[in-house]
Protein backbone atom coordinates (compact mmCIF):
# COMPACT_ATOMS: atom_id res chain seq x y z
CA UNK A 1 0.00 0.00 0.00
CA UNK A 2 2.83 2.32 1.05
CA UNK A 3 4.58 1.79 -2.44
CA UNK A 4 1.14 2.63 -4.51
CA UNK A 5 0.87 5.76 -2.53
CA UNK A 6 3.99 6.34 -3.30
CA UNK A 7 3.83 5.84 -7.11
CA UNK A 8 0.37 7.82 -6.86
CA UNK A 9 1.99 10.98 -5.71
CA UNK A 10 4.66 10.40 -8.18
CA UNK A 11 2.59 10.50 -10.74
CA UNK A 12 1.14 13.76 -9.62
CA UNK A 13 4.35 14.79 -9.27
CA UNK A 14 4.81 14.29 -13.03
CA UNK A 15 1.74 15.54 -14.33
CA UNK A 16 1.96 18.62 -12.27
CA UNK A 17 5.52 19.39 -14.44
CA UNK A 18 3.87 18.01 -17.83
CA UNK A 19 1.22 20.99 -17.21
CA UNK A 20 3.90 23.32 -16.47
CA UNK A 21 6.29 22.50 -19.06
CA UNK A 22 3.12 22.83 -21.48
CA UNK A 23 2.49 26.17 -19.61
CA UNK A 24 5.85 27.04 -20.38
CA UNK A 25 5.61 26.29 -23.78
CA UNK A 26 2.55 28.46 -24.53
CA UNK A 27 4.37 31.33 -22.95
CA UNK A 28 7.38 30.39 -25.20
CA UNK A 29 4.93 30.69 -28.26
CA UNK A 30 2.96 33.47 -27.46
CA UNK A 31 5.92 36.03 -27.15
CA UNK A 32 7.08 34.60 -30.85
CA UNK A 33 6.29 35.52 -34.02
CA UNK A 34 3.61 33.22 -35.67
CA UNK A 35 5.55 29.88 -37.22
CA UNK A 36 8.70 30.57 -34.98
CA UNK A 37 10.24 27.50 -34.28
CA UNK A 38 9.47 26.37 -31.25
CA UNK A 39 12.76 24.82 -29.27
CA UNK A 40 12.79 22.44 -26.26
CA UNK A 41 15.72 24.21 -24.57
CA UNK A 42 13.57 27.55 -24.87
CA UNK A 43 10.71 25.58 -23.12
CA UNK A 44 12.82 24.01 -20.43
CA UNK A 45 14.45 27.32 -19.38
CA UNK A 46 10.85 28.84 -18.97
CA UNK A 47 9.97 25.90 -16.90
CA UNK A 48 13.06 26.11 -15.09
CA UNK A 49 13.80 22.73 -16.02
CA UNK A 50 16.89 20.71 -17.57
CA UNK A 51 16.62 20.15 -20.91
CA UNK A 52 16.24 16.17 -20.45
CA UNK A 53 14.07 16.21 -17.69
CA UNK A 54 11.44 17.63 -20.46
CA UNK A 55 12.05 14.07 -22.50
CA UNK A 56 11.76 12.64 -19.59
CA UNK A 57 8.39 14.03 -18.97
CA UNK A 58 7.33 13.07 -22.65
CA UNK A 59 8.64 10.17 -24.70
CA UNK A 60 9.40 12.41 -27.24
CA UNK A 61 8.98 15.96 -29.19
CA UNK A 62 5.78 14.43 -30.90
CA UNK A 63 4.59 13.80 -27.56
CA UNK A 64 4.93 17.57 -26.37
CA UNK A 65 3.95 18.84 -29.35
CA UNK A 66 0.45 17.17 -29.23
CA UNK A 67 -0.24 18.24 -25.45
CA UNK A 68 0.90 21.77 -26.47
CA UNK A 69 -1.74 21.20 -29.12
CA UNK A 70 -4.39 19.90 -27.28
CA UNK A 71 -4.23 22.41 -24.46
CA UNK A 72 -4.39 24.99 -26.75
CA UNK A 73 -7.81 23.68 -28.76
CA UNK A 74 -9.17 22.89 -25.28
CA UNK A 75 -8.77 26.63 -24.88
CA UNK A 76 -10.37 27.27 -28.18
CA UNK A 77 -13.03 24.68 -27.04
CA UNK A 78 -13.63 26.52 -24.12
CA UNK A 79 -14.66 29.77 -25.97
CA UNK A 80 -17.00 28.05 -28.19
CA UNK A 81 -18.78 25.74 -26.28
CA UNK A 82 -20.68 28.62 -24.82
CA UNK A 83 -21.58 29.81 -27.80
CA UNK A 84 -22.89 26.35 -29.11
CA UNK A 85 -26.91 26.20 -27.37
CA UNK A 86 -30.26 27.33 -28.44
CA UNK A 87 -30.10 30.66 -27.33
CA UNK A 88 -31.29 33.19 -30.13
CA UNK A 89 -31.85 32.48 -33.63
CA UNK A 90 -30.11 30.41 -35.93
CA UNK A 91 -28.06 33.51 -37.20
CA UNK A 92 -26.85 34.20 -34.19
CA UNK A 93 -26.05 31.10 -32.83
CA UNK A 94 -23.90 30.70 -35.84
CA UNK A 95 -22.07 34.47 -35.92
CA UNK A 96 -21.72 34.23 -31.81
CA UNK A 97 -19.46 31.31 -32.24
CA UNK A 98 -17.67 32.19 -35.23
CA UNK A 99 -16.86 35.40 -33.89
CA UNK A 100 -15.83 33.94 -30.22
CA UNK A 101 -13.71 31.76 -32.72
CA UNK A 102 -12.47 34.28 -34.50
CA UNK A 103 -11.77 36.94 -31.88
CA UNK A 104 -9.62 34.28 -30.25
CA UNK A 105 -7.46 34.01 -32.89
CA UNK A 106 -6.76 37.37 -33.81
CA UNK A 107 -5.75 37.81 -29.88
CA UNK A 108 -3.63 34.39 -30.00
CA UNK A 109 -2.16 34.49 -34.03
CA UNK A 110 0.89 32.55 -32.87
CA UNK A 111 -1.28 30.10 -30.68
CA UNK A 112 -3.67 29.37 -33.73
CA UNK A 113 -0.85 28.73 -35.75
CA UNK A 114 0.25 26.32 -33.58
CA UNK A 115 -3.34 24.70 -33.60
CA UNK A 116 -4.26 24.66 -36.86
CA UNK A 117 -2.76 21.69 -38.33
CA UNK A 118 -2.60 17.90 -37.03
CA UNK A 119 0.47 16.99 -34.62
CA UNK A 120 -0.07 13.18 -35.42
CA UNK A 121 1.00 11.50 -38.00
CA UNK A 122 -1.86 9.14 -38.51
CA UNK A 123 -4.13 12.20 -38.87
CA UNK A 124 -6.09 11.12 -35.50
CA UNK A 125 -4.50 13.57 -33.02
CA UNK A 126 -5.99 16.84 -31.24
CA UNK A 127 -7.19 18.95 -33.66
CA UNK A 128 -9.14 16.21 -35.36
CA UNK A 129 -10.60 15.34 -32.35
CA UNK A 130 -11.21 19.13 -31.43
CA UNK A 131 -13.27 19.08 -34.47
CA UNK A 132 -15.29 16.71 -34.06
CA UNK A 133 -16.25 17.39 -31.12
CA UNK A 134 -17.37 20.97 -32.43
CA UNK A 135 -18.91 19.52 -35.29
CA UNK A 136 -20.58 16.51 -33.50
CA UNK A 137 -21.87 19.15 -30.45
CA UNK A 138 -23.76 21.28 -33.83
CA UNK A 139 -24.80 17.72 -35.27
CA UNK A 140 -26.97 16.82 -31.84
CA UNK A 141 -28.50 20.76 -31.48
CA UNK A 142 -29.71 20.45 -35.50
CA UNK A 143 -30.43 16.87 -35.26
CA UNK A 144 -32.68 17.86 -32.42
CA UNK A 145 -34.35 20.80 -33.60
CA UNK A 146 -34.97 19.13 -37.01
CA UNK A 147 -36.59 16.23 -35.21
CA UNK A 148 -38.90 18.36 -33.20
CA UNK A 149 -39.40 20.56 -36.38
CA UNK A 150 -40.66 17.82 -38.43
CA UNK A 151 -37.53 16.50 -40.14
CA UNK A 152 -37.70 12.71 -40.71
CA UNK A 153 -33.63 11.39 -40.98
CA UNK A 154 -33.00 8.53 -41.44
CA UNK A 155 -29.58 6.96 -40.74
CA UNK A 156 -28.18 8.02 -44.39
CA UNK A 157 -28.78 11.64 -44.16
CA UNK A 158 -28.09 11.77 -40.89
CA UNK A 159 -24.33 10.12 -41.69
CA UNK A 160 -24.13 12.54 -44.49
CA UNK A 161 -25.36 15.45 -42.40
CA UNK A 162 -22.17 14.56 -39.71
CA UNK A 163 -19.84 14.35 -42.57
CA UNK A 164 -21.33 17.69 -44.06
CA UNK A 165 -21.05 19.33 -40.74
CA UNK A 166 -17.65 18.10 -40.08
CA UNK A 167 -16.62 19.77 -43.23
CA UNK A 168 -18.18 23.01 -42.68
CA UNK A 169 -16.25 23.45 -39.75
CA UNK A 170 -12.88 22.62 -40.65
CA UNK A 171 -13.56 24.65 -43.64
CA UNK A 172 -14.00 27.88 -41.34
CA UNK A 173 -10.77 26.82 -39.24
CA UNK A 174 -9.14 26.37 -42.90
CA UNK A 175 -10.40 29.97 -43.95
CA UNK A 176 -9.59 31.66 -40.46
CA UNK A 177 -6.16 30.05 -40.72
CA UNK A 178 -5.33 32.15 -44.09
CA UNK A 179 -7.00 35.43 -43.12
CA UNK A 180 -4.89 35.13 -39.93
CA UNK A 181 -1.62 34.54 -41.93
CA UNK A 182 -2.97 37.80 -44.31
CA UNK A 183 -5.99 39.69 -43.27
CA UNK A 184 -5.47 42.20 -45.38
CA UNK A 185 -8.51 44.86 -45.52
CA UNK A 186 -10.86 42.33 -43.77
CA UNK A 187 -11.48 42.95 -40.25
CA UNK A 188 -12.61 40.31 -37.96
CA UNK A 189 -16.06 41.52 -37.98
CA UNK A 190 -16.60 41.12 -41.78
CA UNK A 191 -15.11 37.80 -41.87
CA UNK A 192 -17.48 36.54 -38.83
CA UNK A 193 -20.11 38.04 -40.80
CA UNK A 194 -19.08 36.37 -44.06
CA UNK A 195 -18.94 32.88 -42.70
CA UNK A 196 -22.04 33.34 -40.82
CA UNK A 197 -23.73 33.92 -44.15
CA UNK A 198 -21.66 31.11 -45.68
CA UNK A 199 -22.56 28.27 -42.68
CA UNK A 200 -26.45 29.92 -42.06
CA UNK A 201 -26.81 29.07 -46.18
CA UNK A 202 -25.69 26.07 -46.38
CA UNK A 203 -28.04 25.03 -43.55
CA UNK A 204 -31.22 26.38 -45.26
CA UNK A 205 -31.01 25.01 -48.12
CA UNK A 206 -30.20 21.36 -46.79
CA UNK A 207 -33.15 22.07 -44.52
CA UNK A 208 -35.28 23.34 -47.44
CA UNK A 209 -34.61 19.55 -49.16
CA UNK A 210 -36.23 18.01 -46.43
CA UNK A 211 -39.03 20.15 -46.44
CA UNK A 212 -38.42 22.43 -43.35
CA UNK A 213 -39.24 25.91 -43.64
CA UNK A 214 -36.63 27.87 -41.49
CA UNK A 215 -36.89 31.33 -40.59
CA UNK A 216 -32.50 32.41 -40.06
CA UNK A 217 -33.97 35.44 -38.04
CA UNK A 218 -36.36 33.78 -35.48
CA UNK A 219 -35.45 32.67 -32.11
CA UNK A 220 -34.74 28.45 -32.40
CA UNK A 221 -36.57 28.44 -29.10
CA UNK A 222 -39.60 30.51 -30.42
CA UNK A 223 -39.47 28.31 -33.50
CA UNK A 224 -39.15 25.01 -31.58
CA UNK A 225 -42.17 26.45 -29.28
CA UNK A 226 -44.33 26.42 -32.29
CA UNK A 227 -43.55 23.18 -33.84
CA UNK A 228 -43.77 21.05 -30.29
CA UNK A 229 -47.60 23.18 -30.69
CA UNK A 230 -48.47 22.39 -34.53
CA UNK A 231 -47.31 18.78 -33.80
CA UNK A 232 -50.01 18.57 -30.88
CA UNK A 233 -52.90 20.23 -32.21
CA UNK A 234 -52.25 17.95 -34.98
CA UNK A 235 -51.89 14.43 -33.10
Known amino acids: MATDGRQTRWRAHNEERRRLVVDAAIEVIEAAEPGAELHVQQVAQRAGLSRSVVYRLFSDRAELDRAIQARILDEVLGRLTPALDLQG?????VERTIRAYVEWALAH?????MADHDTASDGHGPLEERLSSIAERIRELLMTSLAIMGGDLDDRDQ???EVLIFGLVSGVFGAVRRWVLDPGPVSAGALSQLLTRTLVSAFMVHADALGIAIDPDEPVEQALARALAEAEAGA
Open 89 to 93: SLHEI
Open 109 to 113: PALHR
Open 159 to 161: KAA
